[in-house]
C-alpha cells in the first residue's frame, strides 16, 4: 500500500476549503448520515462517550439521531475551525432544549483527549483532506482501545456524468480523483485499526435545472485537483457549461463508501533484534560446541 498522499489533491486548496465560513450540511451528506446512523445497529457496543468529527460539512442532524441512539452517552464535538464550531455550538445547543433530551450528558467542543472515546463518527471528510492517513491517525489516537470508527466518503465513481461532460469539452477534470475503498481499508490497518469493513452504494441524483445542479455541487466541496483550471471562469465559460449540461440528462452519481474498524490493543513490540557480524556468529556458535555435557 502507497503511504503518498493522495497524488490530485492540491493541499493548500484543501486547506483554503477547511477554512471557508461555516454554513448549513449539504442535503447530500444529511442522507449519508442518516443512512450510516442505521448501520449502528449492527454493533452491539454501547458507547460511553463519543465524538463527531466535524459535524457542519459532515451534516449536523446526525448528532441528534447518535444522541438519540446512545442517550446516556457524553459527546465531543470537533472543529479546526473556531467559526465552524460556534456555528455547531449554536445549532447543536438550540435542538437540547427539547425535555427528551435532558437525561443525555452535556456537548463539549474540544478536541477529544487520547483514548476518551468509544465511538468516532467522521462523515463524509476523508476524501476532502490532503493527508487522509494523519487524519486517521489523530481518530485512532482519539479512540479507547476495543472503541470502534464509523466513517463515510465519496468513492471513484462519483460525478462520472460530469468528468465525461468536461472530458468531451477539453476542460480539465471537475473534481479531484477519490480514492478506492479497498486502498481506504489498507490504510485503516496502517494506522493501526483492526477488522476494517468496508462497503458501498450509489446515489444518483436528478435536477430540475442546470442552475440547482450546480447549486448542490458548491455546497458538497470544491475541486481540489493539482490540475484544476488556473485562474477563474467568466460567464461565457459559465453560459456554456450550463448549455453542455442543458443537453445531458442531468443527473449525478455518487458512490458513496461506508466504513468502520475497531481499535485493538496495542501489539507487543517485536521488532527488537540482536544483530551479530558473521565471526561473531561463528564464535557464538564454536562455544556452544564446546559446552561441557550435563552430568
Not at 30 to 37: G, K, Q, S
Not at 180 to 187: A, E, L, N, Y
Not at 232 to 243: E, F
Not at 271 to 286: D, G, I, K, P, Y
Request: charged share 20%.
Amino acid at each position: 500500500m502507497s503511504t503518498q498522499r493522495p497524488p490530485t489533491i492540491d493541499p493548500p486548496a484543501a486547506r483554503r476549503w477547511q477554512q471557508m465560513p461555516a454554513s448549513a450540511s449539504a442535503w447530500l451528506h444529511e442522507e449519508v448520515a442518516r443512512r450510516m446512523e442505521q448501520r449502528l445497529a449492527w454493533i452491539k457496543r454501547q458507547p460511553q462517550s463519543w465524538a463527531h468529527w466535524e459535524p457542519v460539512r459532515g451534516g449536523l442532524q446526525a448528532h441528534a439521531l447518535l444522541e438519540r441512539r446512545y442517550p446516556q452517552a457524553g459527546s465531543v464535538v470537533v472543529h479546526a475551525q473556531a467559526a465552524d464550531a460556534a456555528f455547531a455550538k449554536k445549532a447543536i445547543t438550540k435542538a437540547w432544549w427539547q425535555p427528551t433530551r435532558w437525561t443525555a450528558q452535556a456537548t463539549r467542543f474540544a478536541m477529544p483527549a487520547e483514548g476518551e472515546v468509544q465511538m468516532l463518527w467522521a462523515n463524509m471528510a476523508l476524501h476532502m483532506v490532503a493527508d487522509p492517513q494523519d487524519l486517521m491517525a489523530q481518530w485512532h489516537r482519539a479512540l479507547a482501545v476495543d472503541g470502534f470508527l464509523m466513517f463515510s466518503c465519496l468513492g471513484p465513481d462519483t460525478l462520472q456524468e460530469l468528468r465525461g461532460l468536461y472530458q468531451a469539452m477539453g476542460w480539465p477534470a471537475p473534481a479531484h480523483e477519490f480514492t478506492d475503498m479497498h486502498d481506504w481499508g489498507d490504510m485503516l490497518g496502517a494506522a493501526g485499526f483492526a477488522e476494517p469493513v468496508m462497503d458501498m452504494e450509489r446515489i444518483t441524483l436528478s435536477f430540475e435545472t442546470p442552475q440547482r445542479l450546480l447549486q448542490e455541487l458548491r455546497g458538497l466541496g470544491r475541486n481540489l485537483h493539482a490540475q484544476r483550471f488556473p485562474a477563474l471562469r467568466g460567464r461565457q465559460w459559465h453560459a456554456q457549461l450550463k448549455q453542455a449540461l442543458a443537453g445531458a440528462p442531468l443527473q449525478l452519481t455518487f458512490e458513496v463508501i461506508y466504513g468502520h474498524a475497531f481499535k485493538p490493543p496495542p501489539r507487543l513490540d517485536m521488532r527488537a533484534e540482536t544483530v551479530l557480524s558473521l565471526a561473531q556468529m561463528r564464535e557464538t556458535l564454536n562455544q556452544r560446541k564446546n559446552y561441557p555435557a550435563n552430568p
